[in-house]
Each structure stands twice: as C-alpha cells, then as structure tokens.
C-alpha cells in the first residue's frame, strides 16, 4: 500500500507543476499540452485509487474520463489550428 501512496504523491505534484504550467504558459498550444498532460496524470490517480480500493467502477471512470480528455483535447486542437 506504501507504493500506491508515494506513487500518487509524486503524480499529485507532477499536477501541481503542470498547473504552474497551465496558467503562466507563453503560448496556447503549452497550455493545452499541460492540460493535457494534467488529464493524463489524473486518469493515472484514478486507477491507483481503483487498485488501493479494489474497485473496479473507479476504473470504469477512468477510461471514461480519459477518452473524452482525448476528444476534448482534440476539438481545443482543430479550434487553435481554426478548423471551426
């Protein structure tokens, strides 16, 4: 269980430095790299909490959360490119 909490240390201070990142970026495609990295980095907390906890609905939410991450990630993407 040890493992599971440094383990979701490090990932709850890698989220604080990418939400540095996310509000003093000098450009707009940074910031939506570090958000992007944060939803990433939060999927990887989810799972940990699913695994310290035994519960596999957590997982389920998840995968949820991190597929539409990934589209959302990808709409912020086409809207900077000005494919709208």
Known sequence: MSTFVFAFLILS?????M??????????PDRVV???TMN???VAMMIILGAVYDS???VDIAI???ALS???TLFIARYIEGGF
Not at 13 to 17: I, T
Not at 19 to 28: E, I, Y
């Open 13 to 17: 201070v890698s989220v604080f430095s």
């Open 19 to 28: 939400s540095v990142r996310l509000v003093m970026g000098p450009t707009v």
């Open 34 to 36: 570090a958000l992007d």
């Open 40 to 42: 990433t980095f939060v």
């Open 56 to 58: 596999i609905v957590m």
């Open 64 to 66: 949820v959360y991190a």
């Open 70 to 72: 990934f589209v959302g």
